[in-house]
């Protein structure tokens, strides 16, 4: 079965700071990570995904992540963060290609940015 | 491009009714939908797999005769819960693959429906 891992609930991070919001997975196969962003009652917004090539990825919004396969992670990473990232950010995964796959998410991280 | 809507917005219903939440592919045809639940504060739980001229496919857990989904054609999916309770208010999104499942990479993601169950 594949599992992600999201270890915090809640990141602050003060606006013009770096931030990381950290991920870890688990699946039998090759892993297809990705990032969204959900605003306050509203559906998912993608960020930005990892299917193959270089380990690091960059996304919209100025925001990358970097999968590291020995750890089995995938942090997303900003290097300087705004008032307007602040809103609950979730890691996905899925194995393989096929988009009919299972999708995955973990539970969740909120990212509070304050001025 | 791969827009994905929902309708409605937010529906409040007295309990024992149906409801029909409907997911549109707006500029593609997605032969394969997702509904997904998302309760306050937690993540999203995969409820179906909502697959074009057939029957969906539905996780265990998820009664089928109380979240009916019909994927009538290749740009819409709805979602009826029927005999709602209390319980069912959460918040409803789905999600659609461009093209076929074998060759799409990505699920594009509706903007949610917030149902509220009185």
């Known amino acids: 079965a594949q599992s992600v891992a999201q270890p915090e609930d809640q990141v602050n991070v003060a606006e013009g700071n770096p931030l990381t919001v950290k991920c870890t997975y688990s699946v039998s196969g090759n892993p297809y990570l990705f990032w969204y962003v959900q605003y306050p009652n509203r559906g998912l917004q993608f960020l930005l995904k990892?299917?193959?090539?270089?380990?690091l990825v960059k996304g919209s919004y100025g925001f990358e992540a970097e999968f590291n396969k020995s750890q089995t992670s995938f942090h997303l990473k900003k290097p300087s963060a705004l008032v307007s990232d602040s809103a609950l950010y979730f890691c996905?995964?899925?194995?393989?290609?096929?988009?009919?796959?299972?999708?995955?998410f973990g539970g969740g991280t909120r990212l509070m940015v304050k001025p | 491009g791969a827009v994905v809507s929902q309708h409605p917005s937010w529906v409040i219903c007295k309990s024992g009714t149906s409801v029909k939440i409907e997911c549109r592919s707006l500029?593609?045809?997605?032969?394969?939908m997702f509904w997904y639940r998302q309760f306050p504060k937690q993540s999203l739980m995969l409820m179906a797999t909502s697959n074009e001229g057939s029957k969906a496919t539905y996780e265990q857990g998820v009664e089928k005769d109380k979240f009916l989904i019909n994927h009538a054609s290749l740009t819409l999916s709805t979602l009826t819960v029927t005999s709602a309770h209390p319980e069912d208010s959460s918040f409803y999104i789905c999600?659609?693959?461009?093209?076929?499942?074998?060759?799409?990479?990505?699920?594009?993601f509706g903007p949610g429906t917030r149902l509220t169950v009185l």
């Open positions: 990892y299917i193959t090539g270089d380990n």
């Open positions: 999600s659609a693959i461009l093209g076929t499942s074998g060759s799409a990479d990505e699920q594009f």
């Open positions: 500029d593609f045809q997605a032969t394969t």
């Open positions: 996905a995964v899925r194995e393989g290609p096929n988009a009919g796959n299972m999708l995955t």
